[in-house]
């Protein structure tokens, strides 16, 4: 099946407990996230959450992606079907790398697969890389201010 990954990365001088508290603590998304400024649920393998996608028309897309891997202090996971299963489906990642000189590296990605990616996949890169180089600006900010 067809497929293309999404990567980035941000340097974030926090510990990665601190990182993980920010990137779960679902409620204060409002207060700090722009790729999505609402989201519910509990970070939980196997769990559902409620994420809402601020898109660039300033319209909002809602999902409710199943969390595939919440690792504290180290992976969250969740699959999700913005499209129909078979044709365009996807897992968004965030990994977090233990501390090397008092940084950790946080790598945020997204792998699209489906019959849809080759046709899509210059769209899907548009669509998906500003959005999480500001979430991962916004994170970083979050993570590295006092808590």
Known sequence: MPAREI???????????R??????????YPEWNPMLPEASGEPVAGGRLE????????????????????EPCRELRWLGNPGVPGLLESQ????IEPPVEGRCRLEHGMVFYGMLVPVLGS?????????FESMNR????????PA
Request: proline content about 6%; aromatic content about 10%.
């Open 7 to 17: 990567v980035t990365e941000a340097l974030i001088e926090a510990e990665p407990g």
């Open 19 to 28: 990182i993980w508290q920010v990137l779960t603590d679902f409620p204060s």
């Open 51 to 70: 994420l809402h996608f601020a898109q660039e028309n300033g319209r909002r897309r809602t999902f409710r992606p199943r969390l595939l891997v919440a």
């Open 92 to 95: 968004h990642y965030f990994l």
């Open 123 to 131: 769209r899907l890169e548009r669509s998906t890389r500003g959005p």
């Open 138 to 145: 916004a994170l970083k900010e979050r993570s590295e201010s």
